[in-house]
């Protein structure tokens, strides 16, 4: 009998989804100082489906798209991806790679990740 797959996503999305001033704020504090966080973020679910709706199932990975302004005003995405490894995954560069084209090649927006 095979056992469950161990669930190492949903806590990160959900940790992320709570706390995403926090998670910024810790891992990329100058990004964050450069948000204007009095006018709130949008999560881009439906965009981010329609980017990576092609993707290989079964990885064990994290995307959140997020819109956010700056101090001046103007709207940037944030393109955020956590994967669970046990070991190097040779292919990384390029998922990160056709992720970030394609959102760019689909919306026309730069990201930042």
Known sequence: MALPADDYDSPWK????????EFIAFYFPDAGRRIDWSRGHDFLDQE??????DAELGRRHVDKLVRVHDQDGREDWVYIHIEIQGRRDSGFEKRM???NYRIFDRYDRPVAS
Not at 14 to 21: G, K, L, N, R, T
């Open 14 to 21: 959900s940790a992320v989804e709570h706390a995403f001033p």
């Open 48 to 53: 981010l489906r329609q980017v990576v709706r």
């Open 97 to 99: 790679f056709v992720y």
